[in-house]
């Protein structure tokens, strides 16, 4: 007789994973939770899922002891305000998150290349009505009259810029400026933390923090070298500046090869996490769990959501 598997279908943990918890009408990548729906989604967590801190969860896979329908927290690339909007709603409903910082990025006044493509090519103004471009010996003609044609080249654009090493990218990223007469320093809501800032988000009892590499790179196109530079870089810079040990990472754009893996177990990483929308089962492999991104919803989707992700 076959056994119905519901009962090992609830011990799967859903990591969670926050970009930004920022008000804001121009979102193409649904990276930012207004303050008001992650305080619902928080409230809901609070009333009726475990919440795990990251580690509480490797310990748990470690006894392959799963705990039903729990829920782990996470931010990815170290913006500013984790520290002014999502840690004081995650000390008010005393609930545990790991934040994955950019080393990069720390004190920087720029914004990411993303955000700044965004503010280029969505943001309200007045804008040529094509934009010519060369990417590594390839020429690019974009339409850009309207938003409409506006939003498909930035997602063009994306595409073509993301695989980009930050020394390729960054020259493209000035003659876009250029092209939309904008000045690049960054808006100030958009930036990622200061280093002071940093110290005092790691401070919380609620937040511990994690590594995201140096540049925010697409490791699987690196040379060896590249990627352990990148991912050893990043775990010094913040063990620099916080004086403790930074022993989980979390794959830029959810990219990694087996080298990748390889790489990030040898410069010690007890866990990382990648942007595969799967929850984690007993037995799964702490350098590679899953995790499901979660937009701007209110208590109810947020709900309708968590209940799918716990099967998938
Ligand atoms: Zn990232």
New binding site residues.
């Given amino acids: 007789m076959r056994r119905r598997v519901t009962a090992p279908l609830r011990c799967r943990v859903a990591i969670l994973m926050y970009?930004r918890v920022f008000e804001t009408s121009s979102d193409p990548w649904e990276l930012c939770v207004s303050p008001k729906h992650f305080a619902h989604q928080l409230e809901l967590l609070r009333r009726s899922y475990p919440v795990l801190s990251l580690q509480q969860l490797l310990s748990a896979l470690k006894t392959r002891q799963l705990p039903k329908r729990a829920v782990v927290l996470t931010f990815?690339?170290g913006y500013a305000d984790n520290l002014w909007n999502a840690k004081p709603l995650l000390e008010k409903y005393e609930l545990p998150a790991t934040v994955?910082v950019?080393g990069a990025s720390l004190d920087s006044l720029s914004e990411f290349w993303w955000d700044e493509l965004e503010r280029i090519l969505l943001q309200p103004g007045k804008r040529p009505k094509r934009l010519h471009l060369n990417v590594c010996g390839r020429a690019y003609n974009l339409e850009t009259t309207n938003l409409e044609e506006r939003m498909i080249a930035y997602m063009a654009l994306h595409n073509i810029l993301q695989p980009l090493r930050s020394t390729e990218r960054d020259p493209i990223m000035d003659e876009l400026f250029a092209w939309a007469a904008l000045d690049p320093t960054g808006r100030a809501d958009y930036r990622s933390l200061a280093t002071d800032e940093l110290i005092q988000l790691a401070q919380s009892e609620w937040v511990d923090i994690g590594a995201?590499a140096v540049t925010?790179p697409f490791l699987s196109v690196m040379s060896p070298e590249d990627q352990s530079a990148e991912i050893v870089g990043s775990r010094k810079k913040l063990e620099d500046i916080l004086g403790n040990c930074v022993d989980a990472f979390?794959y830029?754009?959810g990219n990694f090869s087996a080298e990748t893996v390889r790489i990030v177990a040898a410069a010690g990483f007890v866990t990382a996490l990648t942007t595969d929308d799967r929850a984690v089962r007993a037995g799964e492999n702490p350098l590679q769990l899953g995790r499901f991104g979660v937009g701007d919803w209110d208590g109810d989707r947020f709900k309708h959501c968590l209940d799918k992700f716990f099967y998938s």
């Fill in positions: 970009h990815d690339d994955f950019t995201h925010h979390s830029p754009y």
